[in-house]
């Protein structure tokens, strides 16, 4: 892939568990982000914004299969004991949503609206 499609997706953490929710992504499992790279992501973020409590991320993918690459991530059994981890300390906005990996979308895609390269 020439230009590397860009995600930005939005979620609520409870304002609660907002300190283990950061100590958790100062140490993300090595493993985890084995199988992030070999799907193709890249300079992924998340960003916090306490007033509202909010969690933004962003990154690059970089593969050629998106919805194949999503899909083995989301087998990936590390990855899924760390979306458990992680689901407990956000509030999707998404109607319906279970968790990461559940057929609604646990994080909310944003519309890009601008960019400058």
């Known amino acids: 892939m020439s230009n590397p499609k860009r995600i930005c997706q939005i979620i609520k953490l ?16 090595p493993t985890v ?15 916090h ?3 509202l409590q909010l969690l933004v991320a ?6 050629d299969d998106y919805d194949k690459d999503m899909a083995a991530i989301g087998a990936d059994e590390e990855t899924q004991r760390w979306w458990k981890l992680t689901d407990e300390l956000q509030e999707s906005f998404n109607k319906g949503a279970t968790g990461s990996g559940g057929d609604v979308p646990w994080w909310t895609d944003l519309e890009e609206v601008f960019r400058l390269d």
């Open 14 to 29: 409870k304002p609660e568990r907002a300190e283990e929710y950061k100590a958790l992504h100062a140490a993300v499992w």
């Open 49 to 51: 914004y306490p007033p």
């Open 33 to 47: 982000l084995a199988t992030l790279a070999r799907h193709h992501i890249i300079d992924y973020s998340i960003h």
């Open 58 to 63: 962003t990154y690059k993918y970089t593969g």
